[in-house]
């Protein structure tokens, strides 16, 4: 009889605590209330800035935070982390020894906007500035000239990385030599899941984009 007893309270007791679990779940409901996101997907694309198309492969995404994460991108650009909540800042880097598309021929693009022969989009200007020194200028010319040749302090200067800009950055004003302090990272506040966080990728002295994003 005891036995009986005991399971006829389990199911009450079963009966009792799924009632609780349904009664929270319709206050949740009435409310508007939804359970806390543990686990948040950042996600978005590194794409060549010469050919949208293509993305900068052998790119590495870091998110940086209370914790730090990074992933790298597929062949298309293309890149996912997931993470805890929180703010993150959202920083792609690549490195490459070779030159990867810098020759005369940017070069004489660079001389050509200063004199106004032609007239650079905003991501070729910010690749035609070699020495970032915000400015596009005959220098800049001078150091991929030299760069070409395999000067070592014009190499430097160039450096062996990419560089990399929020895709929906527009850079103030429409001066022809001023280029300015462009971001090359994104902060994002991960209370949800976050897509879209695109990034353009060029090398630093090669504004005619010959570069090859695959290498």
Request: aromatic residues 10%.
């Amino acid at each position: 009889i005891r036995s009986i007893e005991n399971k006829e309270i389990l199911v009450i007791f079963n009966l009792l605590l799924g009632m609780k679990i349904i009664y929270f779940l319709a206050i949740a409901a009435l409310f508007g209330c939804q359970p806390e996101q543990t686990s948040i997907t950042l996600s978005g694309r590194v794409y060549f800035a010469g050919d949208t198309t293509k993305g900068v492969q052998n790119t590495v995404v870091q998110a940086l935070g209370g914790q730090s994460y990074q992933t790298a991108v597929d062949a298309d650009g293309n890149w996912e982390i997931e993470v805890e909540p929180g703010q993150y800042v959202v920083i792609p880097y690549k490195r490459t020894d070779t030159l990867n598309g810098i020759d005369l021929a940017d070069k004489v693009l660079i001389q050509q906007h200063v004199v106004g022969i032609v007239s650079l989009a905003q991501w070729q200007k910010f690749a035609a500035d070699a020495n970032k020194s915000g400015m596009v200028s005959t220098l800049d010319a001078y150091i991929v000239s030299t760069a070409v040749l395999n000067i070592p302090d014009a190499r430097a200067i160039i450096g062996g990385w990419w560089t990399f800009c929020p895709a929906d950055y527009v850079a103030p004003g429409d001066d022809v030599y001023f280029v300015p302090v462009y971001p090359t990272s994104k902060t994002v506040d991960a209370q949800g899941d976050i897509q879209g966080i695109d990034f353009a990728g060029f090398r630093r002295g090669d504004p005619n984009f010959n570069a090859n994003p695959e290498q």
